[in-house]
Every structure is written in structure tokens, then in C-alpha cells.
């Protein structure tokens, strides 16, 4: 066994020395002053220190005290901490950080050490290492008397079986996930509202399978992929699947059931859609399941008083490294805390505190003190990862108390090997936060023997409890206390409590119809939300819940309106499903979330809906609101891909009629709608498919239609696109004649002086068969902008006769084949045309070297080159531009090159240059076949069960059912194509680098020379 209370003679011995001991060492604290000088008044100071002497660094929030609970050596690199039902505290030590073992013999370093404050002083003076030899330990869980563990890969448990305090029992439950990331890997098992264990995947995902030999039944033929999923399981019986949410490190679940992940840039992210709802109605498409409940990327704001030294310049003052995110819901601290997230912010040395505030289905935020942070420290060493509540209500930071927290993947060359990468791996601490005006009376243990205990905690108001006691209840199944629950779920006042507690007898498996009925007419919204969601296995046998869940919709609030709409597809019943979601849209806000909501169980109830909207309309004086205008253009588009009939014959005609009106707001609506559901319509076609609609239509109506045609092109060829109408109508000269049509794109392309405006009509003339405008267009491709060039090019591969005029262009010189990018290359040399497929690969075929570094060797001539910044905006403008945003030019689709602080020119021209030399998981390219033949390729965006939403160059973006996809594939690849070579020269490659190392100069408000040697 290894005790670390050996150690206090000497340490007591050491401070007393130095004069830093106080009259009490176990309990050290900070309190903060209400006047503080400014930040920048304050001097660094020289890391590391003793623990004792951090505490003097801190700023914090005036209300509150901070003490220290643990310290080296009793705890080492701490990341995670957890709390069993006796006090211990469990703590997970990534010594391992940041690449793996250093040791001689290569055996790992990660340890989980077992904390008890046995003189119940409140420091944590006794430490036992329980298991070591890990690697890359993430995170624990108490269960059964162990812990549920995530490292290396997998999930496992780990178990004290001879009472010697180590774990002599390992059982490996899951393996697979994803380990090429030492920082990205699986982490924060937490137990659930819902029974269930949830696990952050860390961003990499992996291909999960089930190893525990005692849930072989439920172990799954396929593995789950975890692309863009977290991972959950029940550790009763080993199901197991795939989640919505991708978090990096960070998973909290609020009293609610609400769950919250983060990642670098995203410091609090809710995740609000879950597939088991999406995948109901095949026809749904949502770009997201996750929302950002707080601030993120280039919008957030963080307050170091530190250097806060980032490896982007344009990330300085925002979130880089966001980890550990909590939501408080504790009794120690005031009560303007309770409910508010804490997210760590390493590389500023700080914590960070978001207020929330309902907002329909979901929460916004804003910060807890404008310009100033929960807690900082002027200590550069000071890193915390992680938050927790305690059972004592207080808030406990981890520190890793680090000289570096970055990862050395993600650092220029210069810094891979630097002698401080492992500086402070044989310290750390934990600190605990708790209010200076009051003292915590809360019972810090549970009695999983004692019935009145297990009650008792499962009503208290601090979180620790609650959920400490509804683990230890599902652990061991007590239905022996059924009756007390229910008695204590009608003596409390706490409406957590009451939902818990109908958690908690559905887990036991005791949960009745009856006790769902019931909640449905409690006062408080987030009882009657868990009823709802509860009576999904009963609602659609049960007439008495239908009616409870309509009678109860006028009462409710946004999250229970968006709860009741998801719910509601359980229902089955077609009259309810549509009743229910029609009193959503009336009385709900309508924001993405409740829309989606609405969709995932309005499966073939679509076309009804949305008939029922466009005649409250057209007889409405009232303009509807930009939600209700939003969900008919959503109810349109799967209406228009259901290619139901008689949907069809009765929306159309309404459309119609509706674009007939007089008024400018139902005319829009009438566009709007109209494009949606013909974008759906042709789903599987292109425009010609629409063409078919004259057989659904009536001759009354396709007279209708064909007016509305030529009324448009009317429209647009007086007003230019500068109205709304004119706007609106656009998009769907897609399907107006193409005789009529072509020449008023044309003049409309030949006026237009936004590049945008000239984009969107290149894209619809690409719609539209034929070569007229083409001779046009080659005479203007020369003086073009690099993005009209390209929409131009985009254009011309629509159609097999202007496909081949582009090849004459590409034999005589006048166009460059390399102006091509990969994607387009590959479609045209697998083209199913035989002579363009021939012609391509002939004239396409690649030129560009295999061997990276003899071109880079080539090219860093251009290192000693007399640049110019200018002419190299021009050339990122042209080459780089489609993907990368760099100041006000291009578009953020990879990664952010913009930084020119810590990069250097080498690395620029080495990234540019060999782009697939390293590549974060995040940016690999797809390639996406459709059942149509058609192959798409991009950076996905957004998975779920029914859909893939694919980012591609420019910004586009793809949407593809999944019934409609044949086959995924990871091309292994960057987006970006190597070859670059083949478009500059290296004086071209000179000024691009002098761009990027000095463009923020370009605009003359600093008085620094633009350009700068390339050094």
C-alpha cells in the first residue's frame, strides 16, 4: 500500500522555515478582497510556488473563500475528481501528460488515488494510490464499490475485492475508442437522470464493442461508431449506444437530465436532439444537435491576468483550451450561483462562470462579472481542468499545476522537444470553493444500508446527494423502498426531487402509468416535461395520457413545449400527434429546436400541418413570426421529398393561391414555401423531375403555376434582385423556362456589382441547359475575381456540352487545368460520359510530385525573398481562399491559419505545401456517394441517424438524407489537394507568406512596415 501522510513532518518543517505556514496548515484559504487594484497593477509571479503560496495569486469573486483541499505529494497532475457515498475522494492523475510514458522500462504513469480527510478538517491529508501503471486515465465513476473507469481506449471497472485499498479486480467492459490523440480521448463517465452511464468521446470517436463477458447478450454484431457521437450504456445490463453530443473533455448532467459538453472553443454546449427522435421521421434534416449555450469561438471572452500565451494571436482573449464544464446546482455557495456553469480555462490560468437564462427550449448566458473571471491567478503554473460539486455543496477545481498545457502536436517545430514540456508532472492540487458568509450543514456521506438515508438524500436540495442516492439505488435495486419514494415524492417541495425520484422508480423498474398521470398535473413545468418523456413506453395504449398531455400543453413552458412535441410521435395516434403539435406551434416558441421537435413526430402528418399554417395565413391579419415562416419552409421540404399525391394536389394549389394575395408577406411566404418544397421535390432528380408535377396538379392549378413563373422572371428582370420579393424570387428561376429565363440571368449577371449576387445567378444559370452565356463568360474569366472564376468553372461542369467547350479552353491554355480542385478532377475522370472521362483524364492528369519535401526544399527560396504582403492577398484571394478566411478574405471551412504571432514561415510553407503531414480528425475530407451516382465530398458537419450534412469549399454546404446515400468514405486525406505548386510560383509563394505573417499591418492603422523578411 502507498500512504502519502508521511510526509507532513517534513513539509510543516519546510513552510515553517520559509515563514509560509499559518496558524492552521489544513486548512489554508484565500478570501477575497471587494477592492482589488487592476489587473495590470498586479506583478506576475516567478512559478512555481508552494501550495501555500498560490492561495496569495487568486482573484476571486468577492462573496466567496478559497481553500485548499489537496496538494502534492498527496495528489499529482489531478483531471478528474469524484466522490463516493463514504467521503472518499477519488482522483484521476495524468502523470502520463502530454505523450505517454517516460519512465525507462515504458510502463504507463496514470494513477487513480483514493482521498479521505480523516480528522474532518477539510484538507485530504490521507492518499492511497488504488490503481497505477494506467495509461491516460480520463476519468472515474463509483459503482458497486469500484470505479467505472475511461482510459487507454476503453471502459473499464476496477474493483478493491481484499480490502487492501488497491484494486486487485479489472474487468474491461468496452473497447475501441479512438487513441491517436493522447489529449482526445474518452473521458467523464457520469451517472444519469435516467439510470444510464454517459461518456464524452473525446472528438475522435471510435468503433465501440462490448468485451464484458456477462453482458455477451447484449453485445452487438456491428460495432456503434461513434463519429460525431458520444456514448452511453446502462452498467445494469450492458446495452450500450451511440448519443448525440461530441464532447472533447467536459460532461456534466444537470438536475434536469439536461446534459452539457465542451470543447476547446465551445466552453458550455447543451445538447438538445437525441437520435432515437430523429430517426423517426426519414425525411428530417437538422444541421445540428448541439447548442451553444454560452459564447463560443471568436464571441467568447475570457479575462486572464496572466500572459495567457495561445498558439493563435486572433484566439487571445477567448476560449482556447475549455475543459471541464460543470453546472452547479450546490446549497454552499449564494444562491446566484446555483444553476450557473463553471468552465476551466488552462492556458489563461483561470475559471470561468457563464449566467444561464431560459430562452425557449434552451438557455443563453451571460457572464458572471463583465471583465472579470470567477477565479484567476497571476500564477502562470495555475492550470485547472476540471469542476465538481462536492457532497458537502462546495465547488472543487482540479489543477494539474503545470509549466505547459499544450499539446506538442499543436505547437510549431521549435517547441515539439521543449526542456519545460513536463515541468510540475510532481505536483498538483485541488481547491475548494464555498461561500464566506456561510458554513455548509449538509451530511457528507449516504447509507446505502439505511432506508431513511437513502430517502432522505434522494429530497436534498444540494445535487451530490440526490444523485449519490439514486445510484446507490439502482446499484443495488431496492425496490424494498418503493413506498417511501413515493411518499417522499408527495411530501417534498422540490420540484428536482419529485423528478428524480420518478427517475429513480423507473430504473427499479416500478414506475406505474398511474404515477406518470399524476405528474402531469403537477405545478411545477419540469415535473409535467419528465412526464411526458416518461409516458413514451404507455402513450400510444393509453387514451388517459394523450388527454393528460393536451390538457396540460396551454400551461406549458418552452422546455416542456419542446419536450411535449418530441414525446408526442410516441404517441402513435394521428388525430393526438396532430392536435398536440398544432398547440406547440400556436402557443410554443418556435425556435430550431422545437421546430425539429415538431418534425421528428409529425411523420406523414406533414402535409396536414402544413395546410393548417397556410391558411391561418391567408386569413390572418397578423404577418406570422419569423418561427412560424421558418417551420412552413422546413414542413415544405418534406413534403415536397414525401411526393405524396394527394399532399400535393392540396399544398401546391394553396401556394398559389396564396402567392395571388395582395399583400407583399403572403407573397413571400408563398416563395418561400414554394422553393422548399420543390428543393424536396427533386431530392432524388434534378430540375427536370419538376416537370412531373403537372401530373398532380390540376389544369387550373398548373395555369397558376406557370403565371407565377413568368411573374417572377418579370420581377426579377425590373428590380434586379434588390427587393424582397425580387430576392425571394431568385432561387427558383431554377425551374422557370430556360428560353425565357437564361437571358434575363444574363443581363441580371452582366449589372450585378455584388460577387455574391453574381455567384447565386452563376449557380442558377448552371441549372439550365445549354452553352449561350459561355462565350460570354470565357471572354470575362481572365479579369475575373478568384470567386467568380470559380462559380464560373462550377457552372461550366453542369452540363456535358459546356464540360467540353472548358476542355478546349484547358488544350488552348486559356484556362489552367490546376484551377480545377481534386474533387472536380475526380468527377470528370470517372465521369460515366466515355468522352469527357477520356478527354479528362488526359488532360488532367496530375503533374504534381509525391515526394512533400523535395518540393518544400524547392520552394523555400521563397523564405529569402523581398515579399509583398499586397501582391500575396491577392494570391491567398485566388488560391486559399475558398477554404481558409484570413482577415475579411475568404471563408472559414479549415482550419485558422490567420495566427502569425508563434507560426513561422516555415511552418506556413510546409503546411501549404504538404498538407496531409499532419491533419486534425476534425478536417479529414469525405467522399459521399449517392444512390443517384452522384459523389460528394467535404468535412462533416453534422450526423445524425437520417442525416449527413457535409461543409464543403466556399461554404457550401450538402445535406443528404441517409436513405439516399450508397456509401461513406474517409478519403484518410485533408480537404486541402497537394499540388499547391502547380498554381504559384515561388515568388507567388513569397508574397502569400508575407501576407500571412503580416496582413493585419496591410490596412496601415499600425505603424509597422507591411513587409517584414520572411524569418
Not at 413545468?525 to 400543453?553: D, G, I, K, Q
Not at 425556435?591 to 425539429?596: H, K, N, P, Y
Not at 394536389?649 to 414554394?674: A, F, K, W
Request: charge should be negative; include cysteine.
Amino acid at each position: 500500500m502507498v500512504f502519502a501522510t508521511r510526509s507532513y513532518v517534513c513539509r510543516i518543517a519546510i513552510l515553517s522555515c520559509i515563514g509560509l505556514l499559518g496558524s492552521s496548515f489544513f486548512l489554508h484559504s484565500l478570501r477575497s478582497q471587494e477592492q482589488q487594484p487592476p489587473a495590470h497593477e498586479k506583478p506576475l509571479v516567478n512559478s512555481p510556488l508552494d501550495p501555500e503560496q498560490a492561495l496569495s495569486t487568486f482573484e476571486l469573486h468577492p462573496a466567496l473563500e478559497l481553500q485548499l483541499a489537496a496538494a502534492e505529494p498527496e495528489v499529482i497532475d489531478p483531471v478528474a475528481v469524484r466522490f463516493d457515498e463514504v467521503g472518499n475522494m477519488w482522483v484521476v492523475e495524468m502523470i502520463d501528460y502530454p505523450l505517454g510514458p517516460k519512465s525507462e522500462d515504458g510502463r504507463p504513469m496514470s494513477r487513480i488515488r483514493r482521498l479521505q480527510d480523516q480528522d474532518h478538517d477539510g484538507y485530504y491529508e490521507t492518499s492511497q494510490v488504488f490503481a497505477d501503471e494506467l495509461l491516460f486515465v480520463t476519468g472515474v465513476l463509483p459503482w458497486k464499490g469500484g470505479l467505472i473507469t475511461t482510459l487507454s481506449g476503453e471502459v473499464a471497472y476496477l474493483k478493491d475485492t481484499d480490502g487492501d485499498g488497491q484494486a486487485d479486480l479489472r474487468e474491461t467492459w468496452f473497447v475501441g475508442f479512438a487513441e491517436e490523440n493522447t489529449q482526445l480521448r474518452a473521458n467523464h463517465p457520469t451517472f444519469g437522470l435516467d439510470n444510464k452511464v454517459y461518456i464524452a468521446n473525446g472528438l475522435r470517436g471510435g468503433e465501440i464493442r462490448n468485451v464484458n463477458p456477462a453482458w455477451a447478450d447484449q453485445a452487438q454484431a456491428v460495432p456503434v461508431t461513434l463519429r460525431g457521437k458520444d456514448f452511453r450504456f446502462d452498467p445494469q445490463t450492458g446495452e450500450y449506444e451511440a448519443v448525440a453530443g461530441n464532447g472533447q473533455f467536459g460532461l456534466t448532467i444537470d438536475s434536469n437530465g439536461s446534459r452539457y459538453i465542451c470543447s476547446n472553443r465551445n466552453p458550455c454546449m447543451q445538447v438538445m436532439l437525441e437520435d432515437r427522435y430523429l430517426s423517426r421521421n426519414p425525411q428530417l434534416i437538422v444541421p445540428t444537435t448541439i447548442n451553444d449555450v454560452s459564447p463560443a469561438g471568436g464571441d467568447s471572452r475570457v479575462y486572464a491576468i496572466t500572459r495567457a500565451w495561445t498558439t493563435s494571436n486572433l484566439h487571445a482573449g477567448q476560449f482556447t483550451a475549455a475543459c471541464g464544464v460543470h453546472r452547479y446546482e450546490g446549497m454552499t455557495l449564494p444562491a446566484e450561483f446555483f444553476g450557473n456553469s463553471f468552465t476551466c480555462e488552462p492556458t489563461g490560468n483561470l475559471v470561468h462562470r457563464d449566467v444561464f437564462q431560459p430562452s425557449g427550449a434552451t438557455c443563453t448566458s451571460h457572464y458572471g462579472r463583465e471583465g472579470k473571471e470567477f477565479l484567476a491567478s497571476r500564477d502562470e503554473w495555475f492550470r485547472p481542468v476540471n469542476v465538481q460539486t462536492g457532497p458537502d455543496g462546495a465547488l472543487y477545481v482540479c489543477d494539474m499545476y503545470r509549466a505547459v498545457i499544450e499539446h506538442p502536436q499543436w505547437v510549431p517545430d521549435e517547441l515539439k522537444n521543449r526542456p519545460d514540456e513536463r515541468y510540475g508532472d510532481d505536483r498538483g492540487r485541488i481547491y475548494r470553493i464555498v461561500s464566506k458568509e456561510s458554513t455548509s450543514d449538509l451530511a457528507t456521506t449516504v447509507d446505502r444500508s439505511s432506508v431513511d438515508a437513502l430517502v432522505a438524500a434522494i429530497t436534498s436540495p444540494n445535487s451530490w446527494q440526490r444523485n449519490t442516492a439514486a445510484r446507490l439505488i439502482y446499484e443495488d435495486q431496492r425496490t424494498d423502498l418503493v413506498e417511501g419514494l413515493r411518499e417522499q415524492y408527495l411530501a417534498t417541495t422540490l420540484p428536482a426531487a419529485r423528478v428524480q425520484i420518478l427517475h429513480t422508480l423507473d430504473g427499479l423498474d416500478q414506475l406505474s402509468e398511474p404515477d406518470v398521470l399524476a405528474a402531469f398535473s403537477d405545478s411545477s413545468p419540469r415535473v409535467r416535461e419528465h412526464a411526458a418523456l416518461l409516458s413514451e413506453p404507455w402513450l400510444a395504449n393509453s387514451m388517459a395520457l394523450r388527454e393528460a398531455m393536451l390538457s396540460s400543453t396551454s400551461a406549458g413552458d418552452g422546455r416542456t413545449l419542446f419536450q411535449y412535441a418530441l414525446s408526442a410521435g410516441a404517441g402513435q395516434d394521428t388525430n393526438f400527434r396532430q392536435q398536440l403539435l398544432t398547440e406547440v406551434v400556436n402557443k410554443g416558441v418556435l425556435d430550431q429546436w422545437t421546430r425539429a421537435a415538431i418534425l421528428s413526430s409529425a411523420t406523414n402528418l406533414e402535409g396536414e400541418i402544413l395546410v393548417d399554417l397556410l391558411r391561418q395565413v391567408a386569413h390572418s391579419e397578423a404577418a406570422p413570426s419569423a418561427g412560424q415562416r421558418d417551420l412552413l419552409k422546413e414542413l415544405a421540404l418534406i413534403v415536397g421529398a414525401n411526393k405524396d399525391p394527394q399532399e400535393i394536389t392540396t399544398v401546391v394549389p394553396l401556394l398559389v393561391e396564396l402567392h395571388g394575395h395582395p399583400g407583399e408577406t403572403d407573397q413571400l411566404v408563398s416563395l418561400e414555401s414554394l422553393q422548399s418544397f420543390l428543393t424536396g421535390y427533386r431530392t432524388r432528380g434534378d430540375r427536370k423531375a419538376v416537370s412531373t408535377l403537372d401530373g398532380y396538379l390540376s389544369a387550373e392549378s398548373q395555369a397558376g403555376l406557370a403565371e407565377i413563373w413568368d411573374q417572377l422572371i418579370a420581377r426579377v428582370e425590373v428590380d434586379g434582385g434588390q427587393t424582397p420579393l425580387s430576392s425571394a424570387a431568385i432561387p427558383l428561376l431554377v425551374y422557370t423556362p430556360t428560353e425565357k429565363t437564361v437571358p434575363v440571368l444574363m443581363e441580371l449577371y452582366e449589372q450585378a456589382e455584388e460577387q455574391s449576387l453574381k455567384q447565386q445567378v452563376l449557380d442558377i444559370l448552371g441549372a439550365h441547359s445549354g452553352t449561350g452565356p459561355v462565350e460570354y463568360l470565357f471572354d470575362e474569366y481572365e479579369l475575373a475575381s478568384p470567386q467568380i472564376r470559380r462559380a464560373v468553372l462550377a457552372y461550366l461542369l453542369k452540363d456535358k456540352g459546356r464540360v467540353q467547350l472548358l476542355f478546349d479552353q484547358i488544350e488552348k491554355k486559356k484556362i489552367r487545368a490546376t484551377e480545377l480542385d481534386q474533387n472536380q478532377r475526380k468527377m470528370l475522370m470517372e465521369h460515366a460520359d466515355a468522352d469527357i472521362k477520356s478527354r479528362a483524364v488526359e488532360l488532367l492528369k496530375s503533374n504534381v510530385s509525391e515526394d512533400r519535401t523535395k518540393v518544400i526544399e524547392q520552394y523555400k527560396a521563397s523564405l529569402e525573398k523581398n515579399a509583398d504582403a499586397a501582391r500575396g492577398k491577392k494570391v491567398f484571394a485566388q488560391v486559399c481562399s475558398s477554404c481558409h478566411k484570413v482577415g475579411d478574405v475568404g471563408v472559414d471551412v479549415a482550419p485558422d491559419i490567420s495566427d502569425s504571432r508563434v507560426r513561422k514561415p516555415i511552418q506556413y510553407l510546409t503546411d501549404i505545401l504538404d498538407p496531409n503531414r499532419a491533419v486534425d480528425n476534425n478536417y479529414f475530407s469525405y467522399s459521399i456517394m449517392t444512390t443517384e451516382g452522384q459523389v460528394h465530398t467535404g468535412i462533416i458537419a453534422s450526423e445524425t441517424s437520417t442525416s449527413i450534412v457535409l461543409k464543403q469549399p466556399e461554404g457550401k454546404e450538402v445535406s443528404l438524407l441517409r436513405e439516399d446515400i450508397e456509401m461513406i468514405k474517409a478519403d484518410g486525406i485533408s480537404l486541402m489537394p497537394n499540388g499547391l505548386e502547380q498554381n504559384i510560383n515561388v515568388d507567388q509563394m513569397a508574397d502569400l507568406l508575407s501576407f500571412l505573417k503580416n496582413w493585419r499591418y496591410l490596412d496601415g492603422q499600425i505603424p509597422i512596415d507591411a513587409n517584414q523578411p520572411l524569418q
